[in-house]
C-alpha cells in the first residue's frame, strides 16, 4: 500500500489574529477524526498557517482505505419463503435493501435461536482521491466561526473569502473544489516580498519553499523567532523587555515575515499611569514595552513589521507618528478626569444602564458597597473601608479615559482614587475589582479587594439569573461563567470562610430594593447556588478530582455553602477513597444506606435499649454516641475521616452478629433506628453512597 505525505492548504485574506491559533487546531482535528473515521490511516497531522492561509500536513497517510468485510442479517428463514417456497415481501425488501436481486448470493446463519438470511459483502476500500472532497468539506463545516462571511456570488459562508487551495498527495493533486476554488499546486508567498505564485512539488518540500517566498509557515518558528529578536532588541536598547504570551501570539499571526524594529516617544508621557503606557503601546498599536534598570518605563517600544524595508527608518518614524497622537490623547483624558474627585462624578453613573430591569450602575455600586461590606464584615476585614471601595469602583466607567480605553475600567478607578486622597486599601480593591478577568489572571489581594471583587460579581449573578438571563449552550453575554470561576479561586486562593448561600441571600435584598423594575422578579437564590456549584464540579474536573467525590461533598448535610470548607473536604475524601481503610468505610456506608432506603427515618421509632438481644448492639450504641461527640469537636474533614474509620470494625461486627431484618416488628424497628443513626453519622461528612472505588 502507498504512503505519501498530504497537504491541505487553505489560501485566505487576511485572518483574524486572535483566531488563527484555534482555526488551525480546529482544522488539524477535525481532518484527524475524518481520517479515522474513513479508515485512512497516518503518523500524524502538522498544523500551519499564517495571517492568509491555513495549512495541514498528514504525514504518512495510506493512500487507500483497509478493505472490509460487512455483514447484513435478513429475516429468519421461515419468514423468507412462503408455503411454495417462494421469496416473501420481507426477503424481496431485504434483497432490495442490499442492492441485489439474486437470492443466492444470500447465505444463512444460525444461533441458538433460529436461523437467518444473510448477506455477505467484500468492500474494497476507496482511495483519498475519492473521499477527499467530503473529508476537507466536513472538516472546513466542523470550524467554530463566529461571524462568517459571503463574498462573491457564493452561497457558503466562511471566516475569510478563500483565494487558493492546495491538495497534494505527494506530487499529485488531488481532485477537490472548495468556496469556488479548483485544488492545485499553486500557493502564493509574501504580499509584497514575494506575490507571485509558488508551484509547491511536494508535502514535504511546503515548508522550505514557503521560506524561500519570504512566509514562516510554522507559528512555533515563528513565535520562537519573534520573541528572540525582540530580546535582542531590548537587549540592544539596555531596557528589560517584558513579553506577554498573548500579545506575541497575536504578533505572530499578523505577520509572515517578521522584521523587528524599535522607536521611541516623547519622555514627557512617561507622567501617565504605567497601565495607561502600555495599553497605548498592547493593545492599540502591538508595541511592546521596557523597562529599565529601575524597574520604571522608558520611552522606547518594540514593533515587529511584516516586511523587511530597505528603508526601515521610514516604518519607524511612521510607527512614532502613530503612537504620539494616542498618547497625547491619553494625557489629555487623564489632564481632564483628575480635575474632579471620584464622588463627585458617582451621579453620572444614574446615566448609564447596568440592565433594564436591574437599573443603573448607580444603583449596583450601592448594592456592591452594601454587599461588601457584608463581605469584609465576615472576613475580618474594615466594613466601612469595603463598602466606600464597592460605592466607587465602577465610577471610572463615566471617564474620558475609560470611554477610550475600556481595558483600563477598574486601573484607572484606582489611579484617580489614589490621586483624590483615598486610603490605599480602598485604591487597591477598586482597581482589581474586576480580576481575575480569566483562568490566566491573576487574583485580587485578600482582604476588602477579594471583598469588593466578590460583592461585583454576586450581584451579577443574582441579579442576570432573577431576571431569567443565565447562559445558554453557548450564549453567555455577561460573563456569568468567567464571573462564577473567578468568586471560586478567590475563595480557595484566599481560603475565605464565608457561607455563599448567606451572601446570595443578602445580594437577592439587595437587588429587591432596585427601582430599575427588579422588585417585580422573583430572586430564586437556589439557581444561582446550584450554577455555582455545578461551575465547582467543573473546576475541580479540570484539576483532575472525580466529579464523584465533589457530589459525595454537596450530599453531606447542609449540602456545599462553604467553598473553602467544601474544598478542605473534597481533596481529603479523593485522598481517602484511594486507601485500604477508605474503601472498607465507603462499602460500609453503602450497605447501611441501602438498608435505610425505603424506611422514612420519621417513621421509625427512638432506640430502645431493652429490645436489645445482642451485644454489638451495646457495643454500635455506645460507637455512635461516641463518634457523634468526636464528629463535633473535629476541626477538619481528615479528623472526620478518621472518626469514621475507626469505628468500621465495630460497624461491620455488628451486621455479622445481628440480623437487622428480624421477624419481630418490634426489634426491627428498633434496629432499623439504629443503622437510621448511622446513616446520619456519616451524612454528616459526606453522601458515600455516589462514591466509585476500584
Not at 491555513?54 to 423468507?80: F, H, N, T, Y
Not at 500579545?247 to 517578521?258: G, K
Not at 464523584?548 to 450530599?555: F, I, L, T
Request: charge should be neutral.
Amino acid at each position: 500500500m502507498r504512503n505519501e505525505d498530504m497537504l491541505i492548504e487553505i489560501g485566505t485574506e487576511e485572518l483574524p489574529p486572535k483566531l488563527l491559533k484555534s482555526l488551525i487546531a480546529g482544522l488539524g482535528e477535525n481532518i484527524r477524526r475524518e481520517l479515522a473515521e474513513n479508515g485512512f490511516g497516518f503518523k500524524n497531522i502538522e498544523t500551519h498557517g499564517t495571517a492568509r492561509r491555513m495549512a495541514a500536513i498528514i504525514r504518512s497517510l495510506e493512500e487507500r482505505q483497509a478493505d472490509k468485510e460487512s455483514e447484513k442479517r435478513g429475516p429468519p428463514v421461515e419468514m423468507a419463503y412462503n408455503r411454495d417456497g417462494e421469496a416473501t415481501p420481507a426477503l424481496n425488501g431485504f434483497l432490495r435493501a442490499c442492492g441485489i436481486s439474486d437470492v443466492s448470493l444470500l447465505q444463512r446463519s444460525r444461533n441458538r435461536k433460529g436461523e437467518w438470511l444473510v448477506y455477505r459483502e467484500h468492500q474494497k476500500g476507496r482511495k483519498i482521491a475519492e473521499e477527499i472532497q467530503g473529508i476537507v468539506d466536513r472538516s472546513i463545516e466542523g470550524l467554530n466561526v463566529a461571524r462568517p462571511m459571503r463574498w462573491s456570488n457564493l452561497r457558503e459562508e466562511f471566516v475569510r473569502p478563500v483565494h487558493w487551495v492546495v491538495v497534494l498527495f505527494g506530487s499529485e493533486v488531488l481532485e477537490l473544489e472548495v468556496f469556488g476554488c479548483t485544488a492545485s499546486n499553486l500557493s502564493y508567498g509574501h504580499r509584497f516580498m514575494h506575490p507571485d505564485p509558488i508551484a509547491i512539488r511536494s508535502a514535504k518540500e511546503y515548508e522550505k519553499q514557503c521560506r524561500g517566498g519570504k512566509v514562516l509557515v510554522d507559528p512555533i518558528e515563528r513565535e520562537k523567532l519573534i520573541r528572540e529578536k525582540v530580546k535582542e532588541e531590548g537587549k540592544r536598547l539596555g531596557g528589560e523587555i517584558e513579553i506577554d504570551d498573548q500579545l506575541l501570539e497575536e504578533v505572530s499571526a499578523l505577520v509572515e515575515w517578521p522584521a523587528v524594529l524599535s522607536g521611541t516617544f516623547d519622555e514627557e508621557f512617561l507622567g501617565l499611569p504605567e497601565n495607561v503606557l502600555i495599553s497605548v503601546m498592547k493593545k492599540h498599536q502591538r508595541y511592546f514595552h521596557l523597562r529599565g534598570a529601575d524597574g520604571k518605563l522608558l520611552a522606547k517600544f518594540i514593533t515587529v513589521a511584516n516586511i523587511v524595508s530597505k528603508k526601515p527608518q521610514v516604518v519607524i518614524r511612521g510607527n512614532e507618528r502613530v503612537i504620539k497622537p494616542r498618547l497625547r490623547d491619553a494625557q489629555f483624558f487623564f489632564v481632564n478626569d483628575t480635575k474632579t474627585r471620584l464622588e463627585e462624578k458617582l451621579s453620572l453613573l444614574e446615566q448609564i444602564t447596568f440592565q433594564t430591569e436591574l437599573g443603573s450602575y448607580r444603583e449596583k455600586a450601592e448594592r456592591i458597597s452594601k454587599l461588601a461590606g457584608y463581605i469584609a464584615e465576615k472576613v475580618g476585614c474594615d466594613k466601612k473601608n469595603a463598602e466606600r471601595a464597592g460605592l466607587l469602583c465602577k465610577v471610572d466607567l463615566v471617564t474620558n479615559m475609560v470611554e477610550e480605553f475600556p481595558d483600563l475600567q477598574g486601573q484607572m478607578g484606582g489611579h484617580y482614587a489614589a490621586i483624590d486622597g483615598e486610603r490605599p486599601e480602598i485604591c487597591s480593591a477598586i482597581k482589581d475589582h474586576y480580576k481575575p478577568g480569566g483562568p490566566r489572571d491573576t487574583i485580587p489581594g485578600n482582604g476588602i479587594d477579594s471583598s469588593v471583587a466578590i460583592a461585583d460579581k454576586l450581584d451579577t449573578l443574582v441579579g442576570i439569573f432573577g431576571v431569567g438571563g443565565g447562559p445558554t449552550g453557548s450564549k453567555d453575554p455577561y460573563a456569568l461563567r468567567r464571573q462564577t470561576l473567578g468568586v471560586i479561586r478567590i475563595v480557595l486562593d484566599h481560603k475565605l470562610d464565608i457561607n455563599i448561600k448567606e451572601c446570595l441571600a443578602e445580594a437577592m435584598e439587595n437587588l429587591r430594593g432596585t427601582t430599575g423594575g427588579a422588585g417585580q422578579y422573583h430572586f430564586d437564590i437556589t439557581k444561582v447556588h446550584s450554577y455555582i456549584v455545578d461551575r465547582l464540579m467543573r473546576f475541580y474536573q479540570e484539576m483532575g478530582i472525580e466529579s464523584d467525590v465533589v457530589r459525595a461533598v454537596q450530599g453531606q448535610a447542609g449540602g456545599i455553602v462553604n467553598l473553602y470548607k467544601a474544598d478542605e473536604a473534597i481533596r481529603a475524601i479523593q485522598e481517602f477513597k484511594a486507601k485500604d481503610k477508605g474503601r472498607e468505610v465507603i462499602a460500609l456506608s453503602k450497605r447501611v444506606a441501602n438498608i435505610i432506603s425505603g424506611h422514612g427515618e420519621k417513621e421509625l421509632p427512638e432506640i430502645k435499649a431493652e429490645l436489645y438481644e445482642h451485644k454489638a448492639e451495646r457495643i454500635l450504641e455506645q460507637g455512635m454516641e461516641d463518634a457523634e461527640h468526636k464528629l463535633r469537636k473535629a476541626k477538619s474533614t481528615e479528623e472526620r475521616l478518621e472518626v469514621l474509620g475507626a469505628q468500621g470494625p465495630m460497624i461491620a461486627d455488628y451486621f455479622d452478629s445481628v440480623l437487622v431484618m428480624d421477624d419481630d416488628k418490634d426489634k426491627r424497628l428498633n434496629r432499623l433506628a439504629a443503622i437510621a443513626r448511622m446513616n446520619k453519622i456519616f451524612a454528616e461528612v459526606a453522601d458515600f453512597k455516589v462514591l466509585t472505588v476500584t
